[in-house]
């Protein structure tokens, strides 16, 4: 110990944190050992730095605030002695994180240490290099490394192929300068030099398709020499693991051979035999041995077609799978899931051991297991596999549910022979594991049983018999409470029996019971109690002679906190109470929801695909994203086209009565409370199953509203959109209202539906090009504009190719439609339009903006043009 | 960006980081190879301790973890974790892990946690002539354990030459 120094030494400090009973004494511990360390660094004394950073480190690791120390560490690493400057870089490689600013002033540091005269000061750089190094670093000192690869001392050498692996995944540009300073590293004998150029090789070959060619041409005989050399040493004590002369070798030659196999015939025929031979002679009775043949297997897997090899890896996977040990099985499932690309057959024939893992104590088995078993489903073996993992849903762990039962279903879904058997499956899931089933999978549910009317009696009765055992899954209890909704009839009736089923006598009173039940249970949410609402409406028309009850019921959820809630029960309790006359049309069953559109949507739902799939449906207000404007209208689900489609029908003005309440004081009334986003999904959910689009919303508007041409087509909804709604529609709706809310005094404003006009601008001209921008404001959604641009060619020559191409600062959202032609012909001979929609977010606080590039072909040669657009009116 | 087996470039370490944690969930070893920030590193040392550790003792040595692998072995109180791609040889991993715990047992004499825990530095200089840029750099244990000796005798030798000259001084300033 330095006789200087103040503070206390590294082990006295570790034994005072070690000695402290309760969190908060490390903590008071900790605290004064950085202060003193801090003022020990302000006092700047070298004799000290060697120690303070020991601390530091130690400090670092329980997880405290050290940064206060990087500083020190440059200043140890360029010390002049060994000691600091060991302690240095590992403080360097221990207390800096992304800190680049900090990382570039050791830059210099390492360069000087890597020429330094010492070796192990060389060593030291390289090490630091090779964990920390960024890419500029790796450009700065790529030569110095690539140079230190040819040094006289192992030691450095396989130091320096390693960083170098870093340098060139940091900067893959680089590796042409490594390729022929790698390839000399396989020709070396020191096991550790080997194993590093080995790995160089194999980097660069991933990284580089010229390295790849150059290795594959000059190294793959030595490789394979090497590796045979290896594979055939006799017992060398220094390099053996159980048996085998060092595996770490032997797995860095296999890796290398497989990128260098595949893809070339040549090359995989090359190492067929000593693959074949790693593959018989290597020992399986020990991990390192395992960890070879594991390795072989995935080369064997890798390169080009030898089948004989593959038998013989699909038979160490199958010997694999069948080890005891665990580890060894894990590893088997996770390659037999490559295996089954091309030997499915091979793969099969292993079914029942991998069914037997799906059910191992251990997850992570388990997990690989139900990945595998996935794969291995087809036609012919799903309705076994299937009962087979239900009949496990039904005891396994919690925890493990979720995973599960998301691959029946999926395995359900892509496989089912019939809808029966469908049907059948989902049902058990739910049962076992409803509360962990996704949305769209008990959606997905309802379309096909509401597709299958041969099978809605007995699809209610099955789950009318689930729900009184399984009340507690969430979207069991949805299901049940949609479908007795709907059929709540077939139920009591005994209606559409099939072959198997058991006859059960309901009650209308029992059905009533199940519903109330999921209404007012606690902890059902807020989803299923609004569709156990919808469904008690629906049931006090099917049900008449108890209707008085289905009533007071709903009467009772006035009380509701949730106001959705609240609002609909008096609504409904006004349609049971006073429009008798309408109610049975009002809530007839629902038509047959629409599988196609529902399989787009549900796809459209991925954030992927979802711009194109919503593409069709841009012109509505609200198809194309989740609008702002009329939370309202879409909790009743009614577009505005159900309006105007309606008029002409028989419950027409009761009609207008429900709508008024959208057209009336949707947007001021609940813009201003902020209409609960969950709210408006859940009544969304409760008609319409999902987001709202337009085909899909035509049908469940149908379903409450009963008008027997609603079923207008997009198009038609397109037509009437365009065109602003007739004043007097929203006078008669607030009048409307009015009667429904029993007096309830609301503020019908009239709203403008047909925005201001904007007059259009010239937004570009150049001497060959007119660009001219028209506006307008789709109704009730004043922050989207709709523009059409017309481009004009004011050259004599036609342009072709033509691309107009915009972009918009992030508060703007932008949405091309595609041109209605590419080609451009002179001016006076026609004109290319676009449209466009920009979506400001800042509506009303910013103006549009927005930058455009335009290319075409003028007399075959391609001609750019730019342009920034910032006159467009204001209050777009 | 994909290489030719799925391999992100950015992420190409071979070993991503090693962790060693006591059977109390103590840190007794990180080692970062794969670029993580300094909040984002006790988060994974926490979510990840709080798996390993609740494990049973028959279980596989791999859990599957924000879609990478993470290989650990326990060795008396202290578990080493290694964390790898899913692509990655996991039980070469294994090997890798007892290949280290050799090495520490051979330099310490029947290496306990004391011994790291006093000696972590020495832990992190014999990582850091096993690793680099998370790859092997040696498979023979000799020259692992020679290499350190010959830098611990440099160590020795400025320490002597630094008290031979306090010595001096101090006798001078008597």
Sequence with gaps: ?876 | MIGCFGRRYDMLDNIHFVLLVSRQGKVRLTKWYSPYAQKERSKVIRELSGVILNRGPKLCNFVEWRGYKVVYKRYASLYFCMCIDQEDNELEVLEIIHHYVEILDRYFGSVCELDLIFNFHKAYYILDELLIAGELQESSKKTVARIISAQDQLVEVAKEEASSISNIIAQATK
């Design chain 1, 1 to 876: 110990m330095n006789p200087f120094s103040s503070g206390t030494r590294l082990r006295d400090m570790i034994r005072a944190i070690r000695a402290c009973k309760t969190a908060a004494e490390e903590r008071a511990v900790v605290r004064k050992e950085c202060a003193d360390i801090r003022a020990l660094i302000n006092e700047d004394d070298p004799h000290d730095r060697h120690r303070n950073l020991a601390k530091l480190m130690f400090i670092h690791m329980l997880g405290y605030p050290t940064h206060f120390g990087q500083m020190e560490c440059l200043k140890l690493i360029a010390s002049p002695g060994f000691p600091e400057k060991r302690i240095g870089y590992l403080g360097l490689m221990l207390l800096l994180d992304e800190r680049q600013e900090v990382l570039m002033l050791v830059t210099n540091s390492l360069k000087q240490d890597l020429n330094h005269s010492n070796q192990y000061v060389v060593g030291l750089a390289l090490c630091a290099l090779g964990n920390i190094c960024s890419a500029e670093m790796a450009r700065d000192l790529a030569p110095e490394v690539e140079r230190l690869i040819q040094f006289r001392d192992p030691n450095i050498r396989k130091k320096a192929a390693l960083c170098s692996t870093r340098i060139v995944r940091k900067v893959p540009d680089l590796a042409e300068n490594f390729v022929n300073a790698a390839a000399s590293l396989l020709k070396e004998k020191h096991h550790g030099v080997l194993i590093t150029g080995v790995q160089l090789c194999y980097e660069l070959c991933l990284i580089n398709d010229e390295a790849l060619e150059y290795f594959r041409k000059k190294c793959t005989e030595g490789v394979i020499k090497t590796l045979r050399d290896i594979t055939n040493s006799a017992y060398q004590p220094e390099y053996d693991v159980a048996g085998i002369t060092d595996p770490f070798l032997h797995i860095r030659l296999l890796r290398l051979l497989r990128v260098i196999g595949q893809g070339d015939a040549d090359a995989s025929d090359l190492m067929t035999d000593i693959l074949a031979q790693v593959a018989t002679k290597t020992e399986s009775n020990k991990n390192a041995g395992n960890a070879v043949l594991y390795e072989c297997v995935e080369t064997i897997m890798a390169i080009e077609d030898t089948s004989s090899l593959r038998v013989l890896a699909i038979n160490i996977l199958g010997r694999f799978l069948s080890n005891r040990d665990n580890n060894i099985r894990y590893v088997a499932l996770n390659m037999l899931m490559k295996a089954i690309t091309f030997d499915d057959q091979a793969v099969q024939r292993h079914r029942v051991t991998v069914l037997e893992c799906v059910k191992d104590p251990d997850a992570s088995i388990r997990k690989r297991a139900l990945e595998l078993v996935t794969l291995l489903v087809n036609e012919n073996n799903v309705t076994q596999l299937t009962k087979e993992l239900i009949d496990y849903l039904e005891i396994s762990d919690e925890d493990f549910k979720e995973d599960l039962s998301a691959k029946i279903c999926f395995i359900v879904e892509k496989f089912s022979p019939e809808k029966l058997w469908y049907i059948d499956q989902m049902l058990k899931v739910l049962c076992e594991a409803g509360k962990f089933v996704k949305d769209d999978v008990w959606h997905a549910l309802i379309v096909v049983i509401s597709n299958a009317s041969e099978l809605h009696g007995y699809t209610v009765r099955a789950l009318y018999r689930a729900v009184l055992t399984y009340s507690e899954q969430e979207t069991l209890v949805r299901v049940a409470v949609w479908c007795i909704g709907e059929y709540g009839d077939l139920l009591v009736n005994n209606v559409g029996m099939i072959g198997s089923e058991d006859p059960i006598t309901v009650t209308e009173s029992d059905a009533v019971d199940v519903i109330e039940d999921a209404i007012t249970r606690h902890n059902s949410d807020s989803t299923t109690k609004a569709m156990a609402l919808v469904a008690l409406l629906k049931l006090s028309s099917r049900f008449p002679s108890i209707s008085e009850r289905i009533k007071d019921i709903i009467v009772k959820q006035k009380g509701s906190l949730l106001l959705e809630m609240q609002q609909r029960a008096i609504e409904y309790n006004s349609i049971v109470d006073r429009h008798k006359n309408i109610r049975s049309s009002l809530v007839e069953r629902m038509p047959v929801l629409d599988e196609a559109t529902f399989n787009v949507r549900r796809a459209g739902s991925f954030p992927a695909s979802a711009s194109t799939v919503a593409k069709p449906s841009v012109s509505l207000p609200n198809g194309f994203e989740k609008p702002a404007v009329a939370p309202l209208l879409d909790l009743l689900d009614l577009d505005s086209d159900d309006i105007l489609a309606a008029p002409s029908s028989s419950g027409a003005d009761y009609l207008q009565d429900l709508l008024g309440v959208d057209l009336g004081s949707s947007s001021s009334q609940f813009g201003a409370t902020q209409a609960p986003k969950a709210g408006t999904d859940l009544l969304l959910d409760i008609l319409s199953i999902g987001t709202p689009s337009p085909a899909q919303n035509s049908i469940s508007s149908i379903d409450l509203l009963s008008t027997a041409d609603v079923n207008s087509n997009p198009s038609n909804a397109l037509d009437t959109l365009s065109s602003p709604v007739p004043p007097h529609t929203a006078t008669t709706a607030s009048t409307g209202m009015f009667d429904l809310l029993d007096g309830l005094s609301p503020s019908p404003s009239k709203e403008a539906t047909n925005g201001p006009a904007y007059p259009s601008i010239v937004a570009y001209e150049s001497s060959s090009l007119k660009i001219e921008f028209t506006f307008s404001k789709p109704p009730g959604n004043p922050q989207t504009t709709n523009v059409q641009a017309t481009f004009i060619n004011l050259s004599p020559n036609t342009f072709t190719d033509f691309i107009f191409q915009a972009a918009v600062p992030k508060f703007l959202q932008l949405h091309l439609d595609p041109a209605s032609s590419n080609t451009l012909p002179v001016s006076g001979n026609g004109a290319i339009t676009q449209n466009l929609s920009v979506t400001n977010s800042q509506h009303g606080k910013k103006s549009l903006v927005m930058r455009m590039r335009i290319g075409y072909k003028l007399n075959g040669k391609d001609v750019l043009e730019e342009g920034q657009v910032s006159n467009f009116p204001c209050g777009l």
